[in-house]
């Protein structure tokens, strides 16, 4: 199980560079998004593989439930792997929404989603919201 472990954390952090850089302050919301795709809506195992606290994996879980993106069984995001910038694009938007950002709606009559902005930035949300330590790096604990 272990050994399963440390290669979900290694697809994690790979899927994770792809799109958000070392140090960017979103970098640990987009490991719980992506974490996600292997783990389902489940906090705790999102904690467990990321080794995110379980607090910060709950914030961030909130806020995608609040706006639709998980639900209790499933996650639904947008289509992160659109062929150009479209994947990307979509990606971004559903990390501003972990991060506090925006506000997705449920799709319109055209198949897309919509998005409120609520607040400036992950930096203004973490504040209010999380004041604890950030996850550490899921490579450093892969044997």
Known sequence: MEKLDAAVRQEIVRIVDQWVP?????????????????????????????????????????????????TDAAVEYADWFAPGNLGIAHFTLDLETAAGTYVRSAKGS?????????????????????DGAGCPDPESSID
């Open 22 to 70: 070392e140090g960017d302050l979103s970098r640990d919301a987009a490991l719980v998004m992506v974490a996600a795709l292997f783990a389902g809506p489940s906090e705790v195992a999102i904690a467990e593989i990321t080794g995110c606290p379980a607090e910060f994996v709950s914030v961030i879980a909130a806020r995608l439930r609040a706006s639709g993106v998980w």
């Open 110 to 130: 055209d198949g897309r989603y919509g998005y409120t902005l609520v607040a400036e930035g992950l930096d203004a949300t973490r504040d209010e919201e999380w």
